[in-house]
């Protein structure tokens, strides 16, 4: 059970360390697929991915519960101390890894802020708190939102969540909504506006056909 858990023990070493082998066994043209197939997969582990894709679920509460359900089954294979909150570690995860993916220029700069700042750096102004951080009347979470990528999975499962939660009232409605969550996404107007136009129920209820008013009687002075 353990070695199907955690597998054989030179995996958790140094990869120079690793066993090798010159795969006599197989032919040249057989041994040179699995050498790029080897090579590929190693250059597209650098990609941080998810626990979980977030194309499987439309809805963003079931891909934090099937996180959060991931990470308590985890714990309960290698016998770790459960965490007190799975679905805010899940949150963690999920919104850590997508910025990961999206703004790899970014934290590039921040671990190393050497060079010239990106220009998304410099529009948010990251290393400078305003008077609106010295306040106590917003909660942490408006004056400290989570930067969202504007073309990403998450960030449409985010507005969609609260698209619903703002009972479907429009674009404006959504992204007040989407800020008072402790969410901010570049250019959110456009990015609102495309969730938005594949939302079913707005397009049930909004591409109803016309209707004229029932005409009443005239008043008496125009009779």
Same mark, same amino acid.
């Given at each position: ?19 090798? #082998? ?21 250059? #597209? ?10 194309? =499987? ?5 079931? &891909? ?9 089954? =985890?714990?309960?294979?290698? !016998?770790? @101390?459960? /965490? ?6 899940? =949150?963690? !995860?999920?919104? +850590? ?21 990106? $220009? ?15 306040? #106590? ?6 004056? +400290? ?6 073309? +990403?999975?998450?960030?449409? &499962? @985010?507005?969609?969540?609260?698209? $619903?939660?703002?009972? !479907?009232? *429009?674009?404006?409605? /959504?992204?007040?909504?989407? =800020?008072?969550? *402790? ?8 990015? @609102? ?7 079913? /129920? ?22």
């Amino acid at each position: 059970m353990q070695y199907w858990v955690s597998g054989p023990k030179w995996i958790a070493e140094n990869p120079i360390n690793w066993p090798s #082998s010159s795969l006599d066994s197989l032919s040249s043209p057989n041994k040179d697929i699995f050498q790029s197939a080897v090579l590929h997969t190693t250059v #597209s582990d650098s990609i941080v991915e998810p626990v979980i894709p977030y194309e =499987r679920f439309s809805k963003l509460s079931k &891909l934090i519960k099937a996180t959060a359900f991931f990470f308590k089954f =985890r714990d309960l294979l290698k !016998h770790n @101390v459960p /965490t007190s909150d799975p679905d805010h570690c899940a =949150r963690i !995860h999920l919104f +850590h890894t997508m910025q990961q993916q999206i703004f790899q220029k970014e934290f590039a700069y921040l671990n190393d802020p050497k060079d010239n700042p990106p $220009e998304l750096v410099k529009d948010l102004n990251l290393f400078l708190d305003g008077r609106i951080a010295q306040t #106590s009347v917003y909660e942490y979470e408006l004056i +400290h939102p989570i930067l969202l990528g504007k073309h +990403h999975p998450l960030t449409e &499962l @985010v507005i969609s969540d609260c698209h $619903e939660k703002c009972k !479907h009232l *429009g674009i404006g409605a /959504t992204l007040t909504k989407l =800020r008072l969550s *402790g969410f901010w996404v570049p250019q959110s107007r456009q990015a @609102v506006k495309k969730v938005l136009s594949k939302c079913f /129920t707005c397009k049930k209820f909004n591409n109803l056909a016309f209707k004229y008013p029932k005409l009443t009687n005239l008043p008496k002075t125009q009779g």
